[in-house]
């Protein structure tokens, strides 16, 4: 596959985000002693809100559960899990994969909205104004990388990490932007400068910066601070033209296709977070309010892509030296589940209380953490063993966001005070 390369932007393009770059020269970083801090991280995030009965919440004996039809429980790679004859993908993947995998059971966001159940799900917080686990994690264990964090596409919430990130857009507009094309495509086309009068706009700027840096004072600090940001920024765009953009193919490509310039750029050292959005099975999303079983085949699909996407992780080599997958721990998660009984329409609604799997690096897996009662609501639980507990915690978003941040090394007391990670999902 033929990869273009685009002309480097000029320092004037980029001097725009030049500000909020200067945020990501100094980030403070709490670190356990000893703590591994090059672990890479992959969200997945379904979008709509998926139906835990149809794989992680085996509730056959729950009487006002109404569980799928053609289904029963079973092992797959030593988790207790919904199987079906009508989702073979979703059993081959377990089969290969359960035993890196953990589920969480009992996940609690409290909301029915879908903005707020997203804001919930990736900050651990509702109010505005947090930043989330991905830019988090990106800023604080992965600020001196070129990408920190990269987000394919799916939701993003940012504060003071919003420097760590970057957006490739829905159908890799990033690419675009960085040959300059994107400028045709407005309301008012523009053209380019002719690359000499650019390179003169580019001299002068960079004349200028110099001097007042030489100056010293406040001014001549800010001024170096400037240049050193559009430096960086610059490096970065040239290492994200080596990511091969052009297997991007849209937003409705497959999941394992849309992930790969994710991977690359886990591959090639150049980033810490990567986001990338699962909207089911054709785009339909999976707000199944119309018809439930349409979760069999938005399963099916993310399943099916995310057994090519842990394959692509194990067989490709990471920068420490072993497969992708040895440094990587992927997160797929949904911002809502589905009621217990089904609607009018032979639906089910927006429900509080989901699950999320975590997959690979960090992971004690085989193994179903947390529960359900018979209601389809979680119970609490003991955090480092994960059964259920009367005295115990009933686990939510900003739970699951302490267990990554202590994965990453982090001290999660530092960032969500009083609330502990699992202990148990960890390895």
Same mark, same amino acid.
């Given at each position: 596959m033929t990869v273009h390369h685009p002309p480097r932007p000029s #320092? #004037? %393009? =980029? =001097?725009? &985000?030049?500000?909020? &770059?200067?945020? +990501? =020269?100094?980030?403070? #970083?709490h670190l356990l002693a000893g703590a591994r801090t090059d672990r890479r991280f992959l969200f997945v995030y379904c979008d709509g809100g998926w139906d835990p009965t149809f794989v992680f919440a085996p509730l056959f004996g729950a009487s006002t559960v109404s569980m799928p039809e053609n289904s029963s429980e079973a092992e797959i790679g030593g988790l207790a899990l919904v199987d079906s004859p009508d989702r073979p993908d979703t059993r081959a993947f377990f089969e290969r994969w359960g035993p890196r995998a953990c589920v969480l059971n009992g996940l609690e966001i409290p909301s029915v909205t879908h903005e707020r159940c997203r804001q919930i799900l990736l900050t651990g917080d509702a109010e505005s104004g947090s930043d989330d686990w991905p830019s988090t994690l990106a800023a604080e264990t992965g600020g001196d990388l070129r990408l920190?964090? /990269? /987000?394919?596409?799916?939701? +993003? @919430? %940012?504060?003071? @990490?919003t420097s760590s990130v970057v957006r490739l857009g829905d159908n890799g507009q990033v690419r675009r932007l960085l040959d300059g094309s994107t400028l045709a495509e407005g309301d008012r086309p523009m053209t380019p400068p002719p690359d000499a009068v650019q390179a003169a706009v580019d001299a002068r700027l960079d004349a200028r910066l110099r001097a007042l840096a030489a100056d010293g004072g406040a001014v001549g600090d800010f001024a170096a601070a400037q240049q050193a940001v559009m430096e960086k920024r610059i490096a970065a765009a040239d290492d994200l033209a080596e990511v091969a953009l052009e297997s991007f193919s849209g937003a409705r490509a497959p999941l394992g296709e849309r992930a790969q310039p994710l991977l690359t750029c886990f591959e090639n050292d150049l980033t810490r977070c990567a986001v990338i959005k699962d909207a089911g099975r054709l785009n339909q999303r999976w707000d199944s309010h119309g018809s439930i079983g349409e979760q069999t085949g938005h399963y099916e699909d993310m399943f099916r892509s995310l057994n090519f996407v842990m394959s692509e992780l194990s067989s490709r080599r990471g920068p420490a030296g072993g497969s992708l997958l040895d440094e990587t721990t992927v997160i797929v998660f949904s911002e809502m589940g589905r009621t217990p009984g089904l609607n009018s329409m032979g639906g089910k609604d927006h429900w509080t209380w989901t699950s999320a799997l975590l997959l690979g690096a960090g992971i004690a897996g085989g193994q179903v953490l947390g529960a359900y009662d018979d209601g389809l609501v979680g119970v609490p639980i003991d955090l480092s063993t994960g059964a259920y507990d009367p005295a115990g915690t009933v686990i939510t978003a900003a739970h699951l966001g302490a267990t990554l941040l202590a994965l990453a090394g982090l001290d999660p007391a530092l960032y969500r005070p009083g609330i502990a990670p699992i202990t148990g999902a960890l390895r």
């Open positions: #320092r #004037r %393009t =980029l =001097l725009g &985000g030049a500000l909020a &770059g200067l945020a +990501g =020269l100094s980030l403070p #970083r920190p964090c /990269v /987000v394919s596409s799916g939701p +993003g @919430y %940012t504060s003071s @990490y």
